[in-house]
């Protein structure tokens, strides 16, 4: 699998979206992580509709987002012509996952499930893992950037690499919260492909936001 490299958006400059992403023009396999959140599901509000229908005008990069809210399906209707690629939900959010799957794999070309630290992957069955094009695990509790890496997490990824392989299952296995150059190839080596990070890359200026997503590789 190739090694993604996610921007998560929550730490960029909103006063000045469209250069921000376009400073990454030139990055291969760099996905937009965007996060969504409804004031609910988690205490926070980020990005509504109307913004992240821009985002698909200025860059021509893949847009994953993260959706950290209650009512999934309402969000999948209200996001869908904004060029989403990946549309990841909370497992936690809802009850009737099998549907939920089905009904946004008929709106989005790629689809992931979101944990919470404290949601073990066994939670997941089988045929579901199999069934999915990605599958996030949360480092940090959801909500908010620049927190610390919850440690466990490495385990977690290994179980969850053993188990793709055990199935013969295809997803990605995407990292969100707290990743830096400290614990990134850590996390490659335990299986991860895909490490979202805001904080890490947006703390420098837009000439070095490409050797910092690269040094996450
Ligand atoms: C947290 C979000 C993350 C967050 C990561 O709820 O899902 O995507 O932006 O930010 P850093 O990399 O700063 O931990
Ligand atoms: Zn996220």
Request: overall charge negative.
């Amino acid at each position: 699998m190739d090694k993604i490299v996610s921007p998560s958006l929550l730490a960029c400059d909103f006063l000045n979206l469209g250069a921000e992403l376009k400073a990454f023009d030139n990055v291969e396999d760099l996905w937009f992580h965007i996060d969504v959140m409804d004031a609910h599901f988690v205490p926070n509000l980020t990005f509504g509709h109307p913004v992240v229908k821009k985002l698909q005008t200025v860059t021509k990069k893949k847009l994953d987002a993260h959706f950290m809210v209650t009512d999934p399906t309402f969000f999948a209707d209200n996001f869908k012509d904004c060029g989403i690629h990946n549309f990841s939900f909370h497992w936690e959010a809802t009850n009737h996952h099998d549907r939920l799957i089905s009904y946004l794999k008929d709106l989005y070309p790629s689809v992931g499930i979101a944990l919470n630290p404290s949601t073990p992957i066994e939670a997941i069955p089988d045929y579901l893992l199999s069934r999915v094009d990605l599958v996030l695990l949360m480092s940090v509790n959801p909500g908010f950037g620049g927190q610390k890496f919850i440690e466990s997490t490495v385990e977690k990824t290994k179980s969850l690499n053993q188990k793709r392989e055990k199935l013969q299952a295809n997803f990605q296995i995407q990292i969100d919260g707290g990743v830096t150059n400290k614990n990134a190839m850590t996390l490659r080596d335990a299986g991860a492909n895909n490490l979202v990070a805001g904080s890490y890359i947006f703390k420098g200026q837009p000439s070095e936001y490409q050797q910092l997503a690269d040094s996450l590789r």
